[in-house]
């Protein structure tokens, strides 16, 4: 399984990075909009740190506008995912792109037809949301469930991307279910190293190390 990292912090991401966990990047415009900082320079920024898919969001919500938006993003790098959301304007925008050979991620996806028909027209990556599921008593994962088994009856390459992801165990089914990529806040990153016993255990042996020196 790829794990992104969905973040637009740069500290967050070169630490990510070195811990050689960082496949790719996703961005959204309320993460963008919480660095404080103009948004295209934080894109070359990340670009410059990771070398992998950097999803970067457009506002417009008209295809036109969205298409234009995509042209001037895909110059900043060749590493651009142009992130566009789940509606009509949206599909008729992938569509265009993909016929470009611009790559591109729909987002927003709530529902298993919805990620069927962005594969129709072309999405490299949908993005199913995960945790705002869980928040309205709906099971996410059944989301991306179904998502996997309709891309495999039908055989199409677009990847899905597990986003809004709020815990380790969202990792873990999505991986399980065959997902292709997580995209995975740094603090959930941080909790899928540890574990209480591991700790127990280090101190142990540095304890038994100890005694043993004469400390
Ligand atoms: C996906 O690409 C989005 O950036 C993100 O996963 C949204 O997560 P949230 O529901 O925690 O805002």
């Known amino acids: 399984m790829k794990f992104f990292i969905d973040t637009a ?21 309320s993460l963008i909009a919480k660095e404080g900082r103009e948004f295209t320079e934080i894109i070359k920024d990340i670009c410059a740190i990771v070398d992998g898919p950097i999803s970067a969001e457009v506002i417009s919500l008209d295809t036109e506008g969205m298409v234009r938006e995509a042209r001037e993003l895909v110059k900043i790098h060749k590493n651009i995912v142009i992130k566009i959301p789940m509606t009509i304007d949206g599909l008729k925008a992938t569509r265009m792109l993909t016929d470009e050979g611009i790559k591109t991620n729909v987002t927003l996806i709530f529902s298993p037809l919805q990620a069927l028909m962005a594969a129709k027209a072309g999405a490299t990556y949908v993005s199913p949301f995960v945790g705002r599921l869980d928040d309205l008593a709906q099971d996410g994962l059944v989301l991306v469930e179904q998502i996997v088994t ?14 809004s992801v709020r815990n380790p165990l969202h990792v873990l089914d999505s991986a399980l279910m065959g997902a292709d990529i997580a995209t995975i806040p740094f603090d959930v990153l941080k909790k899928l190293a540890g574990h209480p016993m591991t700790d127990k255990g280090i101190k142990a042996f540095m304890d038994d190390w100890n005694k043993a020196q004469g400390k």
């Open 9 to 29: 912090n740069i500290n967050e991401i070169k630490e990510a990075a070195s811990m050689g966990m960082v496949d790719g990047v996703t961005t959204n415009p």
């Open 150 to 163: 309709l891309f495999d009856n039908y055989g199409f390459t677009t990847e899905v991307i597990v986003a």
